[in-house]
């Protein structure tokens, strides 16, 4: 038995052995969040697993009576939502910008990447700095602003991927037709990448939602969920929060799979590249 055969997965004891490996990181990743669930349907106020006879949705309905939570999640909502509508369409003009580009394409897309890996703790606390100078008040404003540099690189990755999709050559046949350069983007560029837009919104939104490094030094009088949420657990575990954390859990993969269906719907409908011919 050759050590390419096991790499290569082409032996019983090879296959067998990424198996237990992949069952074992599937375990491992899913497993907390499995136990999250299950722990937010204990009726009772101390928090573990109960048989299953005892699931209850109690915290869930004691939901609609917390007031600071709810202001959390107002706040959440409309950074992330500013966030995400500012991302979008900035992502999408450093994508054609990258692609329009005939030098210094790299220099270009590392600088917008490189932004994904400054720490949020730096980050924040150098834009709390920077936005005091200039005399903006912490707010969500504030907020949107930091998770704004932070979802760029991710919003403009996303839309590059779109754009890959839109053939040269189609737009050269629309321009060949008699439509202008405004005229072929938006009725064949946007179009084709309509699908990648959306996906940019939701992948925004939810990196926003979960972003608390930098709200940290940029929050005003009102938290937003993460903040709020880690306060809530360094006072004591509360049921609620549990409940919360299962309600955001359910909606997040929710939303993730309708992006993916989306995702897979447009690679099926999307017609198959001629041999030879680039995409950029």
Excluded: C
């Amino acid at each position: 038995m050759s050590f390419d055969a096991i790499v290569r997965g082409r032996t019983s004891g090879g296959r067998l052995l990424f198996t237990t490996i992949t069952a074992l990181s599937l375990a491992i990743m899913y497993a907390p969040v499995l136990y999250l669930l299950l722990a937010s349907l204990n009726p009772d106020a101390q928090l573990g697993l109960v048989p299953p006879s005892r699931y209850s949705l109690k915290w869930y309905f004691a939901l609609l009576d917390d007031g600071r939570l709810a202001g959390a999640l107002r706040e959440s909502a409309l950074v992330g939502l500013a966030t995400a509508a500012l991302a979008t369409p900035i992502g999408l003009s450093a994508a054609l910008a990258y692609r329009a580009m005939t030098r210094l394409r790299g220099v270009f897309l590392l600088v917008i990447l490189s932004a994904m890996f400054v720490p949020g703790t730096i980050e924040g606390l150098g834009l709390s700095a920077t936005l005091r100078v200039v005399g903006l008040a912490p707010s969500w404003v504030t907020i949107a602003i930091g998770h704004l540099l932070w979802t760029l690189p991710f919003a403009a990755v996303v839309s590059l991927i779109g754009l890959s999709a839109v053939r040269p050559s189609t737009i050269a046949a629309a321009r060949d037709l008699g439509a202008g350069p405004i005229r072929a983007f938006v009725d064949i560029t946007l179009p084709l990448m309509r699908t990648n837009l959306i996906s940019s919104f939701v992948f925004a939104f939810l990196l926003s939602l979960n972003e608390q490094a930098r709200a940290y030094y940029l929050a005003g009088r009102q938290n937003t969920l993460p903040l709020y949420m880690f306060g809530a657990m360094n006072s004591g575990a509360s049921p609620t929060i549990y409940a919360f954390s299962g309600a955001i859990i359910v909606f997040s993969v929710a939303v993730v799979a309708l992006v993916f269906a989306g995702l897979v719907g447009q690679q099926s409908r999307r017609p198959r590249q001629a041999p030879g011919e680039t995409s950029y």
